[in-house]
């Protein structure tokens, strides 16, 4: 499974995923900002412009403000609750970090929690972690033991729970649908380097306290 890690940009910079084989059609996980269609000209150039789809785990703009630019058409897997991020400034939070961000037009994919997404030759099953926002959601590949998991569990740390729709009160039972996985599982965040659960159990002071 290779899996290409790009930061573009300057402030508040996501990691944003790009997964699959030379050749083969992609998936990009949360399209941030691109402003020189740099994703686009790669995805051209290794995939041949081809994209299985578009994988959001959550809705705030640093994490969909490339869909904004991006010409390449693919469908967009987001939460159903998340859905209307996309279309919401205040939710999105760039009423209050960005021009107002507005993503219309968008083939939509709505899941919840526990969907097996297949896209491509990857099977993918929906986690939903609904502290950060009430939609937010990692995203499991059970055959590679990969998780993409969005601003939900960073290296030593988790995403914060004070933004609009966010919710301190899901925070503990939002981490222990992780805590299950398989140690060896590869986790890469929405932001900072990737790490494992194995040693998020050890290291994390999130997760050290919680019971498998």
């Given at each position: ?28 996980v ?54 209307e ?49 009430r ?28 933004l ?12 222990k ?8 599982t ?16 050890r ?10």
């Open positions: 499974m290779k899996i290409e890690k790009f930061n573009i940009g300057d402030d508040y910079v996501c990691n944003i995923y790009v997964i699959g084989e030379e050749g083969e059609p992609c998936i990009i949360d399209p941030g900002a691109d402003p020189n269609q740099f994703l686009e000209k790669y995805v051209n150039k290794h995939h041949g412009g081809q994209i299985a789809g578009f994988l959001l785990t959550h809705g705030h703009y640093d994490h969909i403000e490339g869909l904004r630019l991006c010409t390449m058409k693919a469908p967009v897997y987001v939460h159903l609750l998340e859905e991020f996309l279309v919401e400034p205040a939710y999105n939070l760039s009423l209050d970090f960005l021009d107002n961000l507005y993503i219309r037009g968008l083939k939509t994919v709505l899941f919840i929690d526990g969907d097996i997404l297949n896209i491509g030759k990857y099977r993918i099953k929906v986690i939903h972690t609904p502290f950060h926002t939609g937010s959601s990692c995203f499991y590949f059970e055959d590679e033991h990969v998780l993409f998991s969005g601003d939900t569990l960073f290296h030593l740390s988790v995403g914060r729970t004070d609009l729709t966010g919710s301190p009160r899901t925070l503990e039972s939002s981490l649908k992780l805590i299950v996985l398989p140690p060896e590869k986790v890469y965040p929405g932001h900072g380097p990737a790490t494992t659960i194995g040693d998020e159990l290291l994390n002071p999130y997760l050290k306290s919680l019971k498998r």
